[in-house]
């Protein structure tokens, strides 16, 4: 059973336009809710993050919408760049004890950024 | 900047043969994560540490599987009798407090 679901798989924006990547949780255990960016070859690196008892948090470019109700969250990528090209992932976590703080990850989306 | 160093970066080996991976987690890091990834997907949990608790194992993490964390310090994750199956890119991360994680560039396995 996937908890996370990601869409779309790739995406390609021109430089300057907006990225929308959408993911759909199931757990309504899940209470925290970040965005990872991976480069090809390296590890995954903390974006931004969003708790449930706000809707929208803005850091820089980038943007996370929540919508509690819907279970649905998105990162969006405002006046993209050919360097935020990389592959994008959702993930959830809920405390599971011993501060245990695991996530689930969605699938990912490529983001290609055409100059 | 320190941050989180795996190694090797890749290792290939013959299926049936053990393999092990160490990672330095930030020095002031009390919690310590193995994630597993395939191509095309997302990092899966694989297990956790507390300090030198070994607190929660996946269901993935089979009986081949073990992971190590002496004196709460580096980490190592062992898989023995390697399949090919297990070929993937294994991750490791490690945080101080709550939930923000740093990871590691990770160590791609490959089984022949």
């Known amino acids: 059973q996937q908890q996370v679901k990601q869409s779309p798989q790739s995406l390609i924006v021109q430089k300057g336009g907006i990225s929308i990547i959408n993911c759909a949780y199931e757990?309504?255990?899940?209470?925290?809710f970040p965005w990872y960016q991976q480069f090809p070859g390296k590890g995954p690196a903390l974006l931004i993050a969003i708790r449930p008892d706000v809707s929208e948090k803005k850091e820089g470019r980038f943007t996370i919408s929540f919508n509690k109700s819907a279970k649905q969250f998105s990162l969006h990528i405002m006046d993209s760049q050919p360097g935020d090209s990389a592959t994008y992932f959702c993930a959830a976590s809920t405390y599971s004890g011993g501060s245990n703080y695991k996530l689930t990850f969605g699938k990912g989306t490529l983001l290609t950024v055409n100059p | 900047d320190t941050g989180v160093s795996q190694n090797p970066r890749h290792k290939i080996t013959k299926r049936g043969q053990n393999v092990t991976f160490r990672c330095d987690p930030i020095?002031?890091?009390?919690?310590l994560y193995w994630y597993r990834q395939t191509l095309g997907q997302g990092p899966e949990f694989l297990t956790y540490?507390?300090?030198?608790?070994?607190?929660?194992k996946s269901r993935l993490l089979s009986d081949r599987f073990s992971a190590e964390r002496p004196k709460g310090s580096f980490s190592t994750l062992e898989i023995q009798r390697t399949e090919q199956g297990d070929s993937a890119m294994y991750l490791c991360a490690s945080s101080s407090s709550g939930r923000g994680y740093t990871f590691g560039s990770g160590t791609r396995l490959t089984v022949v």
């Open positions: 020095s002031e890091h009390n919690r």
């Open positions: 757990n309504t255990a899940f209470d925290y």
């Open positions: 540490f507390q300090n030198e608790a070994q607190l929660e």
